[in-house]
């Protein structure tokens, strides 16, 4: 008998444990033990052997010899079929790397992903401040350039819902109350670009814009600065011509 069928439930119940299992998998979790797994999705120990030894039969999950679980190789296939992975990155690099050798800086591209800002690239060398934020990782949206960019050009809906949860403050110069966040992201949408000082970690800025299809926000490209690093004027008109770009390229394909 295969381990999907040893569980007894709707199908449905067995997908929704899978992808807890497989949620468990982020920056802070990136190799994890059977009793790590069970403790975070609070999955009896014998459904969770199940059904993680389904999913690594499957090659969604790989053991190593420390007998600790990482997300396998599978997974990453797939995901270079998303449209994302495959027009987004692919037409972006270019330009990115272009932009990397023009300001010297960390580079940034980003969506909105499920309330979030998600890294879809970050080129970052030697010379460029340390940051947090890394390729297929999440940051919030109002403590970052790409992120206010996205939020921003949501509709008035989405916006309001955003600001009506318990944001996080990493850093005291945060942005989180509601009236403010409003007025910046006012100011980003007239201005056409984003600006940060210290709201994400300290020491750094941001400097964030639009990339725009048909209208609408598709992505937003950054920079991340050392503040006394932070030209507005001349790191603005550089995003702006990386991201006109990149929408081309986009169109292109």
């Known amino acids: ?34 009793t790590q797994l069970a403790q975070l999705t609070k999955l009896p120990m014998s459904t969770c052997h199940r059904i993680v030894g389904t999913l690594e039969e499957g090659g969604f999950l790989s053991k190593g010899s420390d007998r600790k679980f990482r997300v396998g190789t599978k997974l990453w296939t797939i995901a270079q079929h998303a449209p994302l992975s495959e027009r987004l990155r692919e037409s972006a690099l270019p330009t990115l790397a272009r932009l990397y050798e023009e300001t010297g800086e960390n580079v940034t591209l980003a969506v909105l992903d499920r309330g979030q800002a998600l890294y879809v690239d970050r080129l970052v060398g030697e ?38 949860q318990p944001l996080p403050r990493p850093t005291p110069q945060s942005i989180t109350q509601p009236d403010a966040l409003r007025k910046d992201l006012a100011e980003v949408r007239k201005n056409g670009y984003s600006i940060t000082r210290q709201e994400m970690t300290r020491g750094s800025g941001s400097i964030a814009v639009p990339i725009m299809r048909n209208g609408k926000c598709v992505a937003a490209v950054g920079v991340i600065v050392h503040l006394n690093r932070l030209d507005v004027n001349r790191l603005v008109s550089t995003l702006t011509d990386a991201a006109a770009s990149i929408a081309a390229e986009l169109d292109g394909h």
């Open 1 to 34: 008998m295969s381990p999907a069928r040893v569980e007894s439930g709707a199908p449905t119940a067995l997908l929704e444990r899978a992808m807890e299992i497989l949620g468990c998998f982020d920056e802070k979790h990136s190799a994890l033990t059977l």
């Open 127 to 164: 010379r460029s401040i340390p940051t947090i934020s890394r390729a297929g990782g999440h940051l919030p949206l109002h403590t970052t350039g790409v992120g206010k960019v996205l939020l921003a050009y949501q509709s008035e809906k989405a916006i309001e819902q955003y600001l009506s």
